[in-house]
């Protein structure tokens, strides 16, 4: 008999440890898979993620529920830096800021 897989997709935005908790939970449950979904209302980026709950899982199937990284808003990509710093507490700053945001331009 074949087996059924079941994946689930992830709670839109949750803060990246929380999230990468909420996976660790899931393969601990039994589910197969896990998609997160990259859109910029969530708050955070889905391949950030996807690398996050990689290191803390051992066998889920990982894989962005939905995503358009061809048309992706730039902003999207700026928030990166500060999205690993918020993951990794503790973590060494980014110096790296985009021009936009420094003071006096």
């Known amino acids: 008999m074949t087996r059924i897989r079941v994946d689930l997709r992830v709670p839109v935005g949750r803060a990246l440890p929380d999230l990468a908790a909420f996976i660790v939970r899931c393969e601990q449950a039994g589910?197969?898979?896990?998609?997160?979904?990259?859109h910029p209302?969530?708050?955070?980026d889905a391949?950030?993620?996807?690398?996050?709950?990689?290191r803390a899982t051992q066998r889920l199937r990982l894989f962005p529920a939905t995503s358009s990284p061809l048309v992706r808003h730039p902003l999207v990509s700026l928030r990166?830096?500060?999205?690993?710093?918020r993951s990794h507490r503790g973590a060494?700053?980014?110096?790296?800021?985009?021009?936009?945001?420094?003071?006096?331009?």
């Open 47 to 54: 391949y950030l993620a996807l690398a996050l709950a990689c």
């Open 80 to 85: 990166l830096p500060t999205a690993w710093r």
């Open 31 to 38: 589910f197969d898979g896990v998609g997160i979904h990259d």
């Open 92 to 105: 060494p700053a980014s110096r790296w800021r985009p021009a936009l945001f420094q003071r006096g331009v």
């Open 41 to 44: 209302s969530s708050g955070r």
